[in-house]
């Protein structure tokens, strides 16, 4: 049988899950798995799947995908557009679109089992395919590792991964050391004393001393930082009050913060500490912040030979060009957790999913980022072909080139 591969995409696109509730994503990916006749368990991690294919002596391989969605509404114009709806940690109602796509991630592994599973006869060794939840989170594999992905699957010689992005579909970005940033999210919780709207005085306000945290977090990057190195500070989330007469009694921010290594990382966690009590303290607080970090992703580093031989295997199965350095993004990814747990090389590399036309005229234009939406936005959505078809054959050659020759006849 051959998957219909842009169907399964459409598919999976219509019908965007939440982190942890990626339950008919999953149950997706295991008809297929049976249609291929390949072996898996799911459920690990919760909702995560993981399947097997051996096929005599060698090295062991992991391919992995993520699966979950956001919760952001689609704006992307497309007759299969998500109108999908979820219910968030918090207990809320939201949208939910696959703004990351890692609907095409999925759909990507399962071509790419297809084709290995065909041409057996050509390769020796193990793969373990890794369909993981709750990426957004940064959860997600080590949920999985947590309950014994490692015990009931063979442990990876290499782990390989990817992830479209907007670049010009058919353009392949992998760079060896760090490709993508380490990251933290941080709720801070600013205690003020509330009250009546009329009458301030007799309130310790924690939305003014909000605001006047979330400006000074701003001074780090901009007068802290070497403006030779990479950090961010971004609050993405501010909640205080409920009602435009009442003073609340606290205010929360959530924070997200990327660097490229444990020093950074030190550094920034150091000042948003000092920056977030000195603040509180400056506005009278009579009980310091609690701050808490949510989770945190250490940096995705690429081993230097193993990418340095699988961009030579990419260059020679798709052209000279094909293969580009994107420098180190400051987006954060939680795939590194296996060849860390397992202490092997990773590679993790991009692949691009812009309309190239389209790409091309913004970038002679120069408004690339206004005018080709990127991962996480409402109107994020890549071309199919060459997409689909460059993800798929990028993980077959990945995976050949870590995997044994043809096993003996």
């Known amino acids: 049988m051959t998957l219909d591969l842009e169907a399964l995409y459409i598919d999976l696109h219509r019908h965007p899950e939440l982190s942890f509730q990626e339950t008919r994503t999953a149950g997706v990916i295991t008809q297929h798995l049976t249609e291929l006749g390949i072996a898996f368990e799911e459920g690990i991690g919760k909702t995560g799947v993981a399947a097997l294919i051996e096929n005599g002596e060698g090295p062991v391989v992991w391919l992995r995908a993520d699966m979950d969605a956001l919760p952001v509404p689609e704006q992307t114009g497309l007759e299969y557009a998500s109108t999908a709806r979820g219910t968030d940690p918090a207990g809320n109602d939201v949208p939910v679109m696959h703004a990351c796509g890692h609907d095409m991630h999925v759909t990507a592994l399962l071509g790419a089992l297809e084709q290995l599973?065909?041409?057996?006869?050509?390769?020796?060794g193990t793969i373990v395919a890794v369909f993981?939840?709750?990426?957004?989170?940064?959860?997600g594999s080590q949920a999985m590792i947590a309950d014994g992905v490692f015990d009931r699957f063979p442990k990876p010689d290499i782990v390989l991964g990817q992830h479209v992005t907007p670049l010009p579909a058919g353009t392949i970005g992998v760079r060896s050391g760090t490709q993508m940033a380490a990251s933290d999210g941080l709720s801070v919780t600013l205690l003020g004393r509330g009250g009546h709207g009329s009458r301030p005085q007799a309130t310790i306000d924690p939305v003014v001393m909000a605001a006047a945290t979330v400006l000074r977090l701003q001074t780090i990057v901009s007068r802290e930082v070497d403006p030779r190195d990479v950090a961010v500070v971004t609050v993405g989330s501010i909640h205080a009050g409920l009602k435009n007469n009442i003073i609340p009694a606290e205010a929360k921010l959530e924070l997200s913060l990327r660097y490229p290594d444990d020093e950074a990382r030190a550094?920034?966690?150091?000042?948003?500490?000092?920056?977030?009590?000195?603040?509180?303290?400056a506005s009278g607080a009579e009980e310091p912040p609690v701050i808490v970090t949510d989770h945190t992703l250490p940096p995705t580093i690429n081993d230097a030979d193993a990418t340095e031989r699988l961009a030579t295997a990419f260059d020679a199965a798709f052209g000279e060009g094909t293969v580009i350095d994107p420098g180190m993004f400051t987006g954060s990814e939680d795939v590194s957790w296996f060849a860390r747990e397992a202490g092997v090389p990773l590679v993790f590399?991009?692949?691009?999913?812009?309309?190239?036309?389209?790409?091309?005229?913004a970038q002679a234009a120069g408004t690339v980022e206004r005018d080709i939406p990127t991962n996480h936005s409402p109107f994020f959505a890549p071309v199919l072909q060459p997409t689909l078809g460059r993800g798929v054959d990028a993980l077959v050659v990945a995976a050949r080139e870590f995997l044994g020759s043809a096993p003996a006849t």
């Open 117 to 124: 599973v065909a041409t057996k006869e050509q390769w020796s």
């Open 132 to 139: 993981q939840p709750a990426e957004e989170y940064g959860a």
């Open 267 to 281: 550094r920034v966690l150091e000042k948003v500490e000092r920056i977030v009590r000195a603040e509180a303290q």
């Open 349 to 361: 590399w991009f692949w691009g999913g812009a309309d190239p036309v389209a790409f091309a005229a």
